[in-house]
């Protein structure tokens, strides 16, 4: 592993189905401390199945995830402590209060001081006025940065997110953007990153994986992907290396026939 | 900054006339819609299906086994009816001891936080340990309060079966964990549709573990079966402590032999259902 490296992630390969091409083909890439990688790609391209992996939640076919050097397929147990996840696509117990969620959390995660940890996130997260309303009761804007308040309850060294902002306004996008890049900065935390908002990825990302087909397409700085591409901005190049990338594969498969 | 305003603010609107008529109060069609979603519901759902056919079963089965009994007149008024509510608390036990595991998923599950607690460094083991806990103060709360009803209404105490009740609740209590575990694997393997069995399965166990009735009653094929379920060891030991005959100590024994199968047996399921999720992936919905 290369020093600073706190995730490296090597040939990662998952079919789901021997009738079907692979979720995920020979992905590798490595996330540094205080690093944001975003991962991006269209529906289906193989972020979740990538991130599951990644989370040592899903078992690869092929290929390592070392997380502290840490084999997490094999032993989850021994970095799990470490990480943390949230998603649009869950959720938190809808009754039970902010706070009352954020105290399973602490304790889930064995924080040793699990009161002063809750105080610190509902401070930080500005849920002190929501402390004692139920979930089910909260806005999609509170519901996500509760969601991230649990994600960074347990002092992540990596965090994964799985387009933590999607089903949020532009006024409560901007608000999570800027608790997110807060925490990096401060916590130097490693942070995997999927999403289909360019603009966001653009703001947020040290660098950037575009994937497609469950292919890493190219994989680099906002710039050297500007470059690559010949574009002067993130949307322009994600169409043109999706575009360019269905091409090759449509070659390919052709040659084969 | 003068904000753009409504230049036709205050002036007379005309509204164009509606397009289309409303939808009549009593058409068929939105009900048939209504209808067609059920049917694709079932039409997938073995689970479904398996519901409108268990329960008149279950129950013409459980009723019908104990109008066999009552028709022998074996045990004398007083002990029959102490027999039933005996084995109706006790029964309950078991019924919550289960419920206590799978409704534990099943609320993770509803709310979209089993995923949460997959990635946290806890494993389902500790979720299951859980839940076992819940159930225990769960049974305590429940049975506590229908044992003290049964006192003040039908002047029956549960506690007439005296020291033996300790055992025959400890055997009811785990046989109700290795069935939820049990329950719980099949609600991750199938989705949320198979969750009707959380409710359900238990009572699939009834008719033959001989609550209200005793195991000679059932027919041969059920006395068999009835056999390997812990439960009927329990029930039967209890109608002989009431009848007088004393603590069996045999049936104790067999409950016991055949909870520790049972648990051993729901553990290798749940633990084959969550190598199949990793390598299948979890879903993140577990939604019908």
Known sequence: MSDGHVLVARQLTKRFSPDRPPAVDGISLEVSRGEVLSIVGPNGAGKSTLLQMLLGILTPDSGTVRIFGVDIIR???????????????LSLPYSLSVRENLEVFALVYNLPQPGQAVS????????EPLAKTKVGRLSTGQIARLSLAKALISRPEILFLDEPT????????????QLLLEQVRKERLGLVYTSHNMREVERLSDR?????????VACGTRDALYGLFDCDNLEAVFIRSVNQARQDRRRDENADK | MKMPTNDLEGAPVECLPLTRPPVPLFSLRPLAG????????????????????YWPLLDLLVWGFLTLYLRQGVLPGTTAAQALLGGLLLWDMLYRSQQGI??????????RNLYNLMVAPVTPYHIIAGAMMTGIL???????TAILLAYLLFSYSLFSLG???IPFVLCLVIMGWALGIMTTALILRFGQEAEVLAWGVIFLFQPVSAVFNPVSVLPDGFRQIAFFVPASHVFEGMRQVLSGRGFSWPQLGWALVFDLLYVAGSLFLFSRVLKRARKVGFSLKLGS
């Open chain 2, 102 to 111: 799978s409704v534990v998923f099943l609320e993770e599950i509803w709310s």
């Open chain 1, 120 to 127: 610190e996130m509902m401070e930080r997260f500005s849920l």
């Open chain 1, 166 to 177: 999607a089903t949020l306004d532009p006024e409560a996008s901007a608000e999570v953007r």
């Open chain 2, 138 to 144: 769960k049974i305590a709360l429940s049975s506590g």
């Open chain 1, 208 to 216: 950037i994986l575009l994937i497609e087909s469950g292919k890493s």
């Open chain 2, 34 to 53: 209504i209808l067609l979603r059920q049917v694709y519901l079932y039409r997938r759902s073995i689970p479904r299906w398996m519901e409108i056919f």
């Open chain 1, 75 to 89: 032993h989850r147990r021994r970095v799990a402590h470490l990480i943390n996840y949230a998603s649009t696509d």
């Open chain 2, 163 to 165: 020291l033996s009740l």
